[in-house]
């Protein structure tokens, strides 16, 4: 009978930590750094050149990929999926980097559960709605929901 090419979610040594960094294991973490007082909760996957910043919450079941970086004092709600391949040549880039795209996350935006964020720029002091897809650059602090999402409302303070 044959048998699968069997791999494990596991934590790898070239993960870069800074203080005080809390992970709720099992999490598959390789090639990325993680900020001071960060905390990753289970069933989380960072890829490889990810950066993420100080004192930012990844919640469970979040997937952060390749050419996304994230700031300080964000909260990457359950179940945000970030994108960096568009499929934009009609199907998955298999492997063609090239065709990647990066994603930057600014400080203080939170994103709620389930969003998708699609490879774009987002601002600082910005609030992402619970199932959101974020299509476009965020320029502008606010509260965005819907898909494709759109700015709903200010943000009352930049706190
Ligand atoms: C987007 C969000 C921050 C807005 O909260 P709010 O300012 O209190 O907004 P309101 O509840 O007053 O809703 C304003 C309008 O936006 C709509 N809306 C609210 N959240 C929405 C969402 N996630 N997606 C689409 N529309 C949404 C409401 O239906 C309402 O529409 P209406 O004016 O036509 O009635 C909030 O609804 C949300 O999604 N938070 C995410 C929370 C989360 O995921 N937490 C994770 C940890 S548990």
């Given amino acids: 009978m044959n048998q699968p090419n069997l791999k494990s979610v596991s934590i790898r040594d070239d993960v870069v930590f800074g203080e005080n960094v809390t992970v709720v294991q099992p999490v598959n973490l390789y090639g990325c750094e993680i900020g001071d007082k960060t ?12 950066k993420i910043g100080q004192r ?19 909260f990457i709600g359950h179940g ?14 298999r492997g063609d980097t090239t065709l990647w795209k990066n994603t930057k996350i600014g400080n203080h935006v939170s994103i709620g559960s389930n ?34 999402a759109r700015k709903i409302k200010d943000l009352e303070s930049n706190g």
């Avoid at 905390?39 to 990810?50: A, C, L």
């Avoid at 930012?56 to 964000?74: K, M, N, P």
């Avoid at 992402?128 to 320029?139: E, S």
């Fill in 39 to 50: 905390f990753i909760g289970p069933f989380v996957e960072i890829q490889k050149d990810v």
């Fill in 56 to 74: 930012t919450r990844v919640q469970s079941h979040a997937f952060i990929c390749e050419l996304v970086s994230i700031g300080d004092d964000c």
């Fill in 80 to 93: 945000v999926m970030f994108i960096n391949d568009l499929f934009a040549k009609g199907g998955p880039a």
């Fill in 115 to 148: 969003a998708t964020i699609l490879p774009v720029e987002i601002c600082d002091h910005v609030v992402i709605g619970a199932g959101a897809v974020v299509t476009k650059n965020i320029t502008q602090s606010g509260i965005y929901a819907g898909n494709p």
